[in-house]
């Protein structure tokens, strides 16, 4: 779903480094979307934001691929909840993209925990490059709920 928030404040982003699988700085070309997957405080699933980018590779203008940018934040209703309650929120996760066995080649990943701002808790903050290939992007998910992908 698109994000009413605007979990994607700041500065416009210009590139994205990456460290594994191999070092790679990646330069945005344009910003495809953002979604917001939010769930019921009562819901054991994740709730998280994410944005996309399409991004050539720098010094090779020839690599071109999405670039995915997704962070824990709160579950419906909890924003304003004490920082206790959100901060019991806060975990690791697996993007569903990279869970599962058929995808276009992974070119870049980076795992990090987010800072702890007022509103939401520590929690995941996950980047992931993949290649660009040809073709028509459906963008379902087996949920049948669009990915955004």
Request: net charge neutral.
């Amino acid at each position: 779903m698109a994000s009413p928030y605007p979990w994607f404040r700041g500065p416009e982003l210009h590139s994205i480094v990456f460290d594994a699988p191999a070092p790679s700085t990646w330069i945005v070309l344009e910003r495809v979307n953002e979604h917001e997957h939010r769930e019921d405080p009562d819901h054991s699933a994740i709730s998280y934001a994410s944005v996309k980018y399409r991004c050539k590779k720098h010094g090779d203008a020839s690599k071109i691929a999405f670039v995915r940018i997704c962070k824990q934040i709160p579950h419906l209703n909890t924003e304003f909840d004490d920082y206790a309650t959100r901060a019991k929120q806060a975990r690791a996760w697996t993007p569903p993209e990279l869970a599962v066995e058929c995808h276009p080649r992974l070119l870049g990943y980076r795992e990090e925990s987010k800072r702890a701002p007022l509103l939401y808790p520590p929690g995941f903050l996950v980047s992931f490059a993949w290649e660009q290939v040809p073709g028509v992007q459906l963008g379902a998910n087996l949920s049948g709920r669009s990915s955004g992908i």
